[in-house]
């Protein structure tokens, strides 16, 4: 895949890297691009670039505010911590909140959170949030009830390409002013899994080391402090081949290449990754597709009472229940996944 386009500055700084230094890691283009996109913008909503769950319908919030006031309860209703990584404009943490003080949960709330200008929408929506740059300053002194919806599919992926020498790390290079996709240089064999080694020539597979590290801190967390984490995003649950990595402007798909810095970058999250290192760390854990989640909770009662409520209201909530549930539409696509420690209860909805 290559692209010509009027530099940005982030561009331009790439080709005087590359050009200086050669080719740089997928992982880094993805990286550095990403750092310059989410800090300098909102990118939810019609305005934006994307629209998220929580922006859909409330439905979707309020089905993880009782999903977690369930656990709360039945973990004997301790003092806790409400946690969400990368909460947007604040919408699905509004009505997981207002779901869970409608059972009496009422915990103190975390936002982790690197954009400034999302932070200053979330403290209009949520006054009296404590923010956090990363996982590591979250309180050490309470159970966590820890949040992710589409977090991991932003974090930098590193890919491996098959080439007639072996297994290379796939890199951002130059030709002429394109951006384009090359091998790398050295052998990184060692680095594929046995069960994945032997594939064709340009085949590619990905792997994010960033969600790793962050799934093994939030295990080892809720092993001494108690709660549960749910991570909700589009991915695959079993061990997969093939490149994923896609770029969002203006609610389309644009190349990976036409705007670094000014444009969404994401791909596919492992679930399988995340379940192995739940099971390293001894943790309880669970996985399905969103739809089958959703309809497990019971929103599908819930569509039909805000209908009752609100007559009116009946085609866009129908709607949105289907975006959020359908098969063909974020049903089967995204992913749920929970991990609770062994001295809490697991969580509902995973048959």
């Avoid at 992926?157 to 790398?184: H, N, P, S, Y």
């Avoid at 402007?249 to 379940?275: N, Q």
């Avoid at 209908?307 to 098969?327: D, H, N, S, Y």
């Amino acid at each position: 895949m290559t692209a010509k386009r009027e530099d940005t500055d982030l561009a331009s700084r790439f080709r005087r890297l590359i050009e200086r230094h050669g080719p740089m890691p997928v992982s880094r283009y993805m990286g550095e691009s990403n750092a310059r996109y989410y800090t300098s913008r909102d990118p939810l909503g019609a305005s934006g670039d994307f629209t998220t769950a929580p922006e859909i319908s409330q439905m979707f919030g309020e089905m993880i505010g009782l999903w977690l006031t369930d656990l709360w309860a039945r973990a004997g209703k301790p003092d806790c911590a409400y946690v969400e990584l990368g909460p947007g404009r604040g919408t699905l943490a509004t009505d997981a909140l207002r779901a869970m003080a409608s059972q009496g949960l009422k915990p103190a709330v975390h936002l982790v959170e690197g954009s400034e200008a999302l932070r200053d929408v979330q403290a209009g929506a949520l006054g009296g949030a404590t923010f956090h740059d990363t996982i590591d300053t979250l309180p050490e002194d309470l159970p966590l009830l820890a949040v992710g919806n589409e977090f991991l599919d932003a974090l930098p992926i590193r890919q491996l390409v098959m080439t007639e020498k072996g297994w290379r790390e796939r890199m951002v290079a130059l030709d002429e002013d394109a951006f384009v996709f090359a091998a790398g240089p050295s052998p990184m064999d060692d680095a594929v899994p046995d069960a994945m080694k032997d594939q064709a020539v340009g085949t590619v597979i990905e792997a994010c080391p960033a969600a790793a590290a962050l799934a093994q801190t939030l295990a080892d967390r809720l092993k001494r402090q108690g709660g549960a984490a749910l991570l909700i995003d589009y991915g695959h649950l079993q061990p997969r081949t093939g490149e994923t990595l896609q770029a969002i402007k203006a609610h389309r798909k644009v190349g990976v290449f036409d705007a670094p810095g000014d444009m969404d970058l994401t791909a596919h999250v492992d679930f399988a990754i995340l379940s192995q290192i739940a099971s390293g760390k001894g943790l309880n854990h669970a996985s399905t597709t969103q739809g089958q989640w959703l309809g497990a909770l019971g929103m599908g009662a819930r569509a039909q009472a805000l209908v009752t409520k609100t007559p009116e209201g009946a085609p866009q909530i129908a709607q949105a229940f289907e975006r959020l549930t359908g098969a063909d539409e974020m049903g089967e696509l995204f992913k749920v996944f929970a991990m609770t420690p062994p001295d809490w209860p697991e969580g509902a909805g995973f048959g």
